[in-house]
């Protein structure tokens, strides 16, 4: 009876992982919201007139408030100063919010036809939107890493982290596969741009998915309260099993995790990672269309098989990592297939919908590759106190690259079809994009993950984090 009495929450498999299913609705919500313009992107061309351009710089607003004014960096020191039940309700609050001025953005058709500092309205305010959000999605994500370092250190932490993985993957996957026939379903009489000219026309509701999405980000919201009881209670059964309290953070930290040669090298690797993956998910479909030729309606479905395999394999792979180990390893293969994949894209033959399944699905692979071994192997590096604050800056890091690729992208397809604009401007039909050049920064990024990730193996060897070590303590 004391035996049971001076356990510890997290000891009963049962509390932890339902613990991890509930913060996993908030980030799927999230993830849900983060991709959710994906698919729409021909639409909002030729409903609200926007460029690629205009769609890189709503892209890449994600960004903006967690690069420019800090905010990620905050969040992480919030989150290590407050703790996780503030935090995580505070981020979902902020998600929320981000998430009802962007739909407001959209659904507004005033905006249209004016500009603020030279940017389309629409496309400047829904930036705005989608701007917060990012700030309330990212600490949100650090949060939850947190809480899963909390409640599975010494137990499944990879499968955890992979399994949290997997279902906000599932937010991302209905992001590319739901949005468009969401919008055809909601068609209704409302203001586009033809011509230039705004007309009151017939067409897609683009805001319908982004309704469904807030929908869905309240829920989350909610359901981030339940988890606060739980954390409340896992917190009272370590105070009564006589478990030490954490030395709290203090800012002197932050230059121990800088120094950490090892951190960088998992920072950069993220970046680099991450740019050539998500900032790519946001221009899919549209590739789907211009490269292969799948009419809009149906050019979300191969995208959506790259979420897809991630939902089995993150999961896989990270139970692979805690029970063998071997995470550098798993993080120089993802690298070596992204290259691959890229390259195959940026090639201008193979131009077959089956080729396109294909490298979508390798790229699934890298997908829960390399997060099912990097994000379980940045507490090898770094200890659990400055764990909030190591993520954050991770992060801030990433978010460059999540801000700054798309970007590159929606200009760099412009410039590489200056067409396209002089037909949208005369009025005739829109041909195609060369999505060669974007491609072949994406495989560029790909070639200095390999790089990056074969350092971070050495450094492992040096140091001796045990990164190619298993997760579960025997
Ligand atoms: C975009 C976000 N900053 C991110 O990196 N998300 C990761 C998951 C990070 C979870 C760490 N435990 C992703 O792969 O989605």
Redesign the pocket.
Same mark, same amino acid.
Request: glycine share 4%; proline share 4%.
């Given at each position: 009876m004391t035996e049971l009495i001076r356990r510890s929450l997290r000891d009963s498999k049962a509390a932890r992982w339902g613990a991890l299913g509930i913060i996993s609705i908030t980030m799927f919500a999230g +993830?849900f919201l983060t991709d959710v313009m994906s698919p729409l992107k021909p639409m909002l061309e030729t409903e609200f007139g926007w460029s690629s351009t205009s769609y890189g710089i709503f892209t890449s607003a994600y960004g903006w408030l967690n690069v420019f004014l800090l905010m990620l960096i905050f969040g992480g020191i919030i989150l290590d100063k407050m703790g996780v039940r503030f935090t995580g309700l505070l981020s979902s609050f902020i998600m929320v919010i981000g998430a009802a001025i962007k739909y407001w953005a959209i659904t507004n058709p005033t905006l249209v036809d004016h500009t603020i500092w030279g940017i389309h309205a629409q496309v400047f305010l829904a930036s705005i939107g989608f701007a917060i959000f990012g700030v309330g999605?990212?600490i949100a994500?650090i949060t939850?890493?947190k809480i899963?370092v909390k409640w599975f250190k010494g137990y499944e932490m990879a499968l955890a @982290?992979g399994m /949290? @993985?997997a279902v906000?993957?599932l937010g991302t996957m209905l992001a590319i596969a739901a949005p468009v026939p969401l919008a055809m379903y909601f068609s209704n009489i409302h203001t586009q741009v033809v011509n230039g000219e705004l007309v009151e026309k017939m067409g897609p509701s683009i805001s319908a998915p982004i309704a469904f999405a807030l929908v869905l980000l309240v829920i989350g919201f909610i359901a981030f309260f339940i988890y606060v009881g739980m954390d409340k209670k896992l917190d009272a059964s370590e105070a009564a099993n006589g478990e030490e309290a954490e030395d709290p953070f203090k800012f002197s930290d932050i230059g121990q995790i800088v120094t950490n040669k090892g951190f960088w090298l998992i920072a950069f690797l993220?970046v680099l990672f +991450?740019s050539s993956v998500?900032p790519f998910i946001k221009y899919a479909a549209d590739l789907m269309v211009n490269k292969y030729g799948l009419d809009q309606q149906t050019a979300g479905i191969i995208p959506s098989l790259l979420p897809l395999g991630t939902l089995f394999l993150t999961p896989l792979f990270g139970g692979v990592y805690d029970k063998i180990g071997k995470g550098a390893t798993m993080m120089i293969i993802g690298a070596v297939l992204i290259i691959f994949v890229h390259t195959i894209f940026a090639l201008p033959i193979l131009n077959t919908w089956v080729v396109a399944v294909i490298l979508v699905i390798i790229l699934g692979i890298a997908?829960s590759l390399v997060?099912s071994a990097m994000?379980p192997s940045v507490p090898k590096i770094i200890p659990e106190k400055q764990l909030g604050t190591a993520?954050s800056l991770i992060?801030w890091i /990433?978010?460059w690259g999540?801000m700054g690729v798309p970007l590159l992208i929606g200009y760099v397809l412009d410039k590489s079809n200056p067409q396209v604009a002089i037909a949208k401007a005369q009025g005739l039909e829109v041909p195609l994009y060369d999505y060669t050049n974007p491609m072949i920064i994406f495989a560029a990024l790909g070639f200095l993950a390999i790089i990056v990730s074969l350092l971070l193996k050495r450094e492992d060897r040096i140091k001796g984090y045990g990164l190619e070590l298993p997760n579960i303590q025997k």
């Open positions: +993830y999605v990212e994500g939850v890493s899963i @982290m /949290q @993985m906000a993957r993220c +991450y998500f997908l997060p994000w993520f992060f /990433q978010n999540l």
